[in-house]
């Protein structure tokens, strides 16, 4: 097999195992492409994207009924408008950030800490929520926080986006971790398509599309909605009756790993 498509399928891969369990899909990239040698930033967003594909397709029917057959119900009006509450906040900071000059950083160790502070959060934040009954309600404080850390998570990597929202949520009063976690993953849909977007149109302004090699896009994009749809499928049935606890301790361990081994 060529090495480039080699590399390409492991990012793949990479990207939909762990962009939607809350231990960061763009740290693990950084620190594979350590190895495998960068790839754009565009294939990056691409592949993120890919995932994406595979949250609409796990929610396919709760999409069709939010904006189809049952858009008038009012609790599904107003679970849209709250979605793109979170995605507007999200649009509105992403593009200052863009126009601050933000860019992933090479060196993993901020990519290590982020990932032992995070573990060490996601403790604090199970500990606190336990104790509270379990709600499934998405106010509009919950949607403003999920789109405010979507920022967040884009600007510190190793953070992960599906992590910072999710607990956010639970944090602000979706306590139900199915319910938190749906609310999150669906912001992700716009949120992501937008970005990819955003990256193809900067790349056709300043270097046009001869050099974007199409195929790895295509693959990577491909393998890593399949992989996606498997985990989240398996995710959603796992904190049915799991906390995120284990999640927590992986991100401790791997970062300390990242810290003795690639610092």
């Given at each position: ?64 009924d939010i904006l189809l057959t049952r858009f008038g119900v009012a609790s599904n009006r107003d679970y849209l408008l709250k ?84 607990f956010a949520a639970m944090l602000a009063g979706t306590t139900s971790r199915p319910a938190a976690a749906e609310f999150a ?79």
């Open positions: 097999m060529d090495n480039n498509l080699l590399q390409v399928i492991v990012l793949g891969i990479i990207e939909g195992v762990f962009e939607f369990l809350p231990i960061s899909s763009t740290g693990h990239l950084i620190v594979a492409e350590h190895w495998l040698g960068t790839r754009s930033e565009l294939f990056n967003i691409a592949i993120q994207s890919g995932a994406i594909l595979a949250i609409v397709l796990v929610y396919r029917q709760r999409l069709v979605l793109l509450l979170a995605f507007a906040i999200t649009a509105v900071g992403g593009l200052i950030v863009k126009r601050l000059g933000f860019k992933l950083p090479e060196d993993v160790t901020p990519i290590a800490w982020a990932f032992i502070i995070g573990g060490f959060l996601i403790l604090i934040v199970e500990f606190i929520v336990v104790k509270r009954p379990p709600d499934s309600f998405v106010s509009w404080n919950v949607a403003a926080w999920v789109g405010l850390l979507q920022i967040v998570a884009g600007v510190f990597p190793g953070t992960s986006r599906s992590a910072a929202t999710i993953f669906l912001v992700g849909i716009p949120t992501m398509f937008a970005a990819t977007g955003y990256e193809l149109l900067q790349t056709m302004k300043s270097d046009g599309l001869n050099g974007v090699d199409w195929q790895s896009l295509a693959i990577g994009f491909v393998v890593s909605t399949v992989v996606a749809f498997a985990v989240v499928k398996w995710l959603l049935k796992f904190i049915q009756t799991h906390r995120f606890t284990i999640f927590a301790w992986y991100r401790i361990v791997f970062g300390t790993l990242i810290l003795v081994v690639l610092k």
